[in-house]
């Protein structure tokens, strides 16, 4: 199935050369979660990021769907 993986800030290094700006399109086996698209490409799901499916919270055990849009930027902090 087909989704579109999105990073954002630091997390941007681990997208693929292909990549068109901070968006990358694959295809992943049915079944996938956010984690395991995330450890494919190195990114960190340690609670150091935050996870987004079509807009929404995600957590990283959630299932992908056909068409999602993983978003994943890296916490910060303010003050």
Do not use: S, W
């Amino acid at each position: 199935m087909r989704i579109t993986l999105k990073l954002f800030a630091t997390f941007r290094r681990h997208l693929p050369p292909e990549a068109k700006g901070n968006a990358y399109q694959l295809d992943v086996p049915a079944g996938a979660c956010v984690a395991d698209v995330l450890h494919q490409f190195g990114v960190p799901t340690d609670g150091a990021a935050v996870l987004l499916v079509n807009g929404r919270t995600a957590a990283p055990e959630q299932i992908l769907e056909e068409g999602d849009a993983l978003a994943a930027f890296p916490a910060m902090a303010g003050g």
